[in-house]
């Protein structure tokens, strides 16, 4: 087996084995947890189930078409990129990120397309149940994207003299986010941090 298989390989493996582990999670909160239940891990680390029809980590900053057709149009792109690469003989740690990258985006791509079509949306206390496909809570492209990690890790609250935020409470980590959000940040992060001279090669 050449260099660029086994490359191209790993990239495969490595999408399949992240998009299976973040729709795993996903699934079993969806179908365990009821909507904004919160169970304590640590007093750092909860798990918080969330849904929204935004970007990375809550954020809802666009139409909710046009973000999904976004991703949609950013993965063809992503892995002629990744193919590329692979046939000019780029580092193997390049090609993890984008493959972390990649999965993350597949991950949420399969929330927003067909989560509305296959899940129910009950109220708490009661957990969503899959049903006959086209029978969910939405239609194609507007299925809810499943958030549960959350990480309040230091929180106070600000002095009521402060202006405008006085006598709010603070949390770092406050986003709650999924294994798919995690792995776009850290491939984008490692991509910034050890390979930006390589990017746009």
């Not at 969806?30 to 904004?36: H, I």
């Not at 079509?117 to 299925?143: D, Q, R, S």
């Not at 949390?171 to 709650?176: G, W």
Request: glycine share 8%; net charge positive; hydrophobic share 55%.
């Amino acid at each position: 087996m050449t260099k660029a298989q086994k490359q191209t390989l790993t990239v495969v493996l490595l999408t399949v084995a992240v998009v299976a582990a973040d729709q795993g999670i996903k699934i079993a909160v969806k179908t365990g947890m009821y909507l904004s239940q919160r169970i304590r891990v640590t007093d750092w680390f909860y798990l918080l189930f969330t849904e929204n029809n935004g970007m990375a980590f809550g954020m809802e900053v666009m139409n909710k078409y046009f973000l999904t057709g976004l991703r949609i149009c950013l993965v063809p792109i992503i892995i002629v990129y990744v193919r590329r690469a692979i046939l000019r003989g780029s580092s193997w740690g390049l090609l993890v990120c984008m493959a972390l990258v990649l999965a993350g985006a597949l991950g949420n791509i399969i929330d927003c397309v067909f989560y509305g079509l296959i899940f129910n949306n009950p109220p708490p206390p009661f957990v969503a149940e899959f049903v006959p496909f086209g029978h969910g809570y939405n239609p194609v492209f507007l299925g809810r994207v499943v958030d549960m990690f959350y990480f309040p890790l230091v929180q106070w609250n600000w002095p009521s003299w402060l202006p405008v935020i006085g006598g709010g409470h603070f949390v770092f980590f406050s986003p709650i986010f999924n294994f798919a959000d995690a792995s776009i940040s850290c491939g984008i992060i490692a991509l910034l941090l050890f390979y930006r001279h390589k990017i746009l090669r």
